[in-house]
């Protein structure tokens, strides 16, 4: 009974520590009245559930290589860090992302939207600033129709000249959607006629005047800046008088230093003329200079909705891929199918957990019953360690969970067993128990350490399911030797001592 005061304290301190680290797991999981603020702020600090409970995406990507003369190795590791990055800003706990031979990569991305996740990780994010060619407009389309008149004359194939499929979409010349294919295929057959120095890009769809289209912009071929040269990329609701972007959201970008000298500079020297803003191939905005911008900022805005916004900024930051990247196998787990998980790893959970308990009681007696609250202790422990260091539960850690409550009452029956040889031989109760747990401490000790050590290695050098299962059982095993040695003898020491126990039931 020496030192009981303290012992107690240590273990009430212990529940006190649980239950403030379990708490947003159970508030996360149960209340479904919380807000998009609150589930976030609970989701920081709560277990997750991998992607074989919650549902959500399974993703083998590859590296694009044609036309690229590094090495395949090189590529994929810089694709890899750049995924990391941006699936990292994104927000979602506890992804898998992991290198893989050939230019592999993989990406696992428990409880995402299958269409954006895919847009942000694919998306190569190619960001110039480009000069419109104002100037050279009218040339241009001139050029154009003088090649295809020629060309209907001989071939018959072009009926009408280029400037037929032109609209005023405000201050720029659009095209209907309607014939998008049309406009392609000509610029394809004109791309000799066009300046070397000079390129014809498409903006993004819009609805103007009842009906949808897309800009055209005539563009130097030479971009002044590019997206290599952003140091910081932000979301925020569009701002200023510009109705055409009114309920919109923005990004804003901010140059490196010696970049934003050079874009104080190009902004200075092109007052009044128009630089395009080109995401990927496609112009996002034209806005005009209307002054020298010396601050090294610069704004990209577009009908953009917030998320759109978000991960545009997200992948600025992160910055462009070092080359395309193809998805060669996907697999999605919906969340029905990781409910129906959920609740048939608790049942068997349930089940074992159930028939263990019986049988301790009805073996050991009384003594069973104090296993069965060192067992529960022992899951409330296992869980509250989870949530306190955020990780992440699947179905092969619910079947860690089934083989930590086994080697939990493996504890437990050594300990009992050891009593009762102590109390075979004629010693006293206290004696009994006291000699009991010393002895079969070493051998509980050396079981267990042993098995941490195989569960360490298999979650360093395992992968998805294997490192669910190692970390489950890892943390399972570490909180067994606290609640089936030190709370198990504090609880017998206590009762034995309060009640003057004579005689074991065990």
């Not at 709560?46 to 992607?51: P, T």
């Not at 199918?337 to 028939?355: F, K, P, Q, Y």
Request: with cysteine; charged share 25%.
């Amino acid at each position: 009974m020496r030192n009981i005061g303290l012992r107690i304290g240590i273990v009430i301190f212990v529940l006190v520590l649980s239950i403030i680290a379990i708490y947003p797991t159970i508030r996360l999981y149960t209340d479904e009245n919380l807000s998009k603020e609150n589930e976030l702020a609970l989701s920081k600090k709560a277990m997750h559930l991998g992607l074989d409970l919650k549902g959500g995406m399974h993703l083998v990507l590859e590296i694009d290589t044609t036309g690229f003369t590094e090495s395949v190795g090189d590529l994929r590791d810089r694709a890899y860090e750049i995924i990391q990055n941006r699936i990292d800003e994104f927000g979602v706990y506890e992804p898998i992302i992991e290198k893989q031979s050939g230019g592999r990569i993989l990406v696992q991305l428990p409880g995402v939207d299958r269409d954006r996740a895919i847009d942000l990780i694919e998306k190569v994010a190619h960001l110039e600033f480009i000069l419109v060619a104002e100037d050279r407009t009218e040339e241009v389309l001139g050029q154009i129709d003088k090649y295809l008149q020629v060309q209907a004359a001989d071939t018959f194939a072009f009926e009408e000249p280029f400037t037929f499929y032109l609209i005023r979409v405000e201050q720029d010349m659009g095209i209907d959607v309607r014939d998008e294919d049309s406009v392609r295929a000509i610029l394809i057959q004109v791309k000799d006629v066009i300046p070397l120095d000079l390129q014809i890009l498409f903006g993004p769809r819009e609805s103007y005047q009842g009906r949808e289209v897309r800009r055209l912009y005539v563009l130097k071929k030479e971009a002044e800046l590019t997206g290599e040269v952003i140091r910081d990329a932000k979301h925020e609701p569009a701002q200023g008088q510009d109705l055409q972007h009114l309920g919109s959201w923005q990004v804003t970008i901010e140059f490196k230093r010696e970049a934003a000298r050079r874009f104080a500079t190009l902004t200075g020297k092109n007052i009044n003329k128009r630089l395009a803003i080109v995401l990927d191939g496609i112009v996002q905005s034209a806005p005009s200079i209307v002054q020298r911008i010396p601050h090294g900022k610069a704004m990209i805005t577009g009908r953009f909705t917030a998320e759109q916004a978000r991960d545009l900024a997200i992948i600025l930051r992160a910055g462009a891929l070092p080359a395309p990247l193809k998805i060669v196998e996907e697999r999605t787990v919906g969340p029905s199918l990781g409910r129906d998980s959920i609740r048939s790893g608790i049942r068997a959970v349930l089940i074992a957990g159930a028939l263990v308990i019986v049988f301790m009681l009805i073996y050991y007696s009384l003594s069973g019953f104090v296993a069965d609250i060192t067992l529960f202790l022992n899951l409330f422990l296992l869980i509250a360690i989870l949530s306190a260091f955020r990780g992440s539960l699947t179905m092969p850690g619910i079947a860690g969970i089934a083989l930590t409550i086994g080697m939990a009452v493996d504890a437990n029956v050594l300990i009992f067993e050891r009593i009762r040889e102590e109390l075979n031989i004629g010693k006293t109760t206290r004696t009994a128990i006291d000699q009991g747990f010393a002895r079969a401490w070493i051998t509980i000790f050396d079981s267990n350490v042993t098995t941490i050590i195989i569960g360490v290695i298999l979650f360093i050098f395992g992968s998805g399911p294997i490192k669910g299962f190692a970390l489950i059982l890892t943390i399972g095993l570490v909180s067994n030797l606290f609640c089936a040695v030190f709370v198990s003898k504090i609880i017998f020491n206590y009762f034995t001592f309060k009640f003057d126990v004579r005689k074991l039931r065990i």
